[in-house]
């Protein structure tokens, strides 16, 4: 905290930080709440289910492909198949619209990252960074992840049917992750919000910093983090977690009554040092 | 919407109590007024929501497991990520003494803000957007 304080007095005060208040955030109730039943998000594309085709990615670059996959939406394709990924980096990003996308094979680092509603499925594997920054919507992966599985996600479910590295949740601010195999170190490391359910094992400090948020352990844990505390499973997490297994289409042979629970033990929380600006990430 | 759920909520005295001498001073509160790790009960969920979910081809809330309603200058109200701002709820809306019923009823109010041709993003997109 020191540095915070060093840092007050120097670079935030000259930037006028300290005379910023936070009012006039709140939005003006200018809609009725009876509208919009259209279900759709300006600017996104209409897409039908329905309408399937298929792209071979054999000799496509990562950004070729994901102009391809934009222009398919564009033209109303709800299910895209991609061929041939071969581990390529960063396929599938920035999706912002529903989609039914099945990828073929591997994925590269950061795939399917910045995306916000599609249901993606991957038949192979795929390595670090898999779905940062994801905003809503639905990944499963069928083998294996790399580190950094679901690093600072949003929302949406995001799904390892494998094991996964090191760092899994990093930094994650909502949304559930779910691996159906063991996870490496520093599991949910500085998690803030969210949920993390683990069914296999767990590397050393599981929630190491963090904030807030829940893990849910089947197996083994090999330490705790600093600030990871046990807590005690409720009949609510139990109903939950059922039917997130369900869901995820894993752990049908879990006795999910037998989950640890691990939860911020709080001792770290220090919302009256956040400066006005910083707590806008911290809501 | 919500018609059967007629009781009034109890004017939150919750909120005030919370309220810290920094919280006071910048005007805002910090942090949570709700608990975040509350998780949703299925059984609650409203018609909107279901035909939401069916829509998107998802088989549960999906990101809206993380919307709770919340308080801003002790009204309820529910943030909305997009705008980066909290949207207060309606007044002729009666909230329920529940917090379960609430989330939903602030998920389904959240989806309808931002399915609204006056949400804020909508003239941002038009001025911004890359084609």
């Known amino acids: 905290m020191a540095n915070l304080k060093q840092v007050k007095d120097s670079k935030a005060k000259s930037m006028g930080l300290h005379k910023e208040v936070l009012r006039g955030r709140t939005q003006q109730v200018f809609f009725n709440p009876e509208e919009a039943e259209n279900f759709f998000y300006y600017g996104s594309h209409n897409v039908d289910f329905n309408k399937r085709t298929e792209v071979d990615a054999k000799d496509l670059t990562c950004k070729e492909l994901n102009d391809k ?25 920035g999706i912002l619209n529903k989609l039914n996308l099945i990828f073929e094979g591997s994925l590269g680092y ?57 760092r899994t949740g990093i930094d994650m601010k909502g949304g559930t992750i779910i691996v159906g195999g063991d996870a490496g170190a520093f599991t949910g490391f500085m998690m803030q919000r969210g949920r993390i359910i683990i069914l296999g094992n767990t590397g050393i400090n599981l929630g190491d910093s963090m904030y807030d948020g829940t893990i849910f352990v089947g197996g083994k844990i090999k330490s705790l983090g600093s600030d990871a505390i046990k807590s005690k499973l409720t009949s609510q997490d139990v109903d939950w977690l059922k039917r997130k297994l369900k869901v995820a289409e894993i752990g049908s042979n879990i006795n999910v009554s037998k989950i ?24 | ?10 004017k939150s005295s919750r909120a005030k109590e919370k309220e810290s001498a920094r919280e006071k001073m910048i005007g805002q509160h910090i942090g949570y007024r709700y608990d975040v790790n509350l998780v949703p009960d299925y059984k609650k969920i409203t018609p909107f929501l279901k035909k939401y979910i069916e829509c998107m081809g998802w088989d549960d809330l999906n990101w809206l497991e993380d919307i709770h309603m919340g308080y801003e200058e002790n009204r309820p109200a529910v943030f909305d990520r997009n705008a980066n701002g909290w949207v207060t709820i309606p007044k002729k809306i009666k909230l329920p003494d ?34």
């Open chain 1, 260 to 283: 640890t629970k691990i939860v911020a033990g709080k001792k770290l929380w220090n919302y009256d040092q956040l400066e006005p600006t910083e707590k806008k990430g911290a809501i």
């Open chain 1, 110 to 166: 950061f795939g399917v990252g910045s995306i916000d509603g599609p249901v993606v499925r991957i038949t192979g594997r795929v390595g670090w960074s898999c779905a940062e920054n994801m905003m809503a919507g639905k990944v499963v992966i069928e083998k294996n992840a790399g580190s950094c599985f679901g690093a600072a996600i949003r929302g949406g479910d995001l799904i390892c049917k494998g094991s996964v590295g090191a």
């Open chain 1, 69 to 93: 996959i934009n222009s398919l939406m564009k033209d109303g394709y709800g299910t895209v198949v991609v061929k041939n990924p071969q581990g390529k980096h960063s396929l599938g990003v």
């Open chain 2, 98 to 131: 529940n917090q379960q019923d609430r989330d939903m009823i602030a998920r389904e109010l959240l989806v309808k803000f931002q399915m609204s041709p006056n949400h804020p993003l909508v003239d941002l997109k038009k001025a911004y957007k890359k084609v």
């Open chain 2, 1 to 10: 919407m919500a018609k059967k759920k007629k009781i009034k909520i109890k």
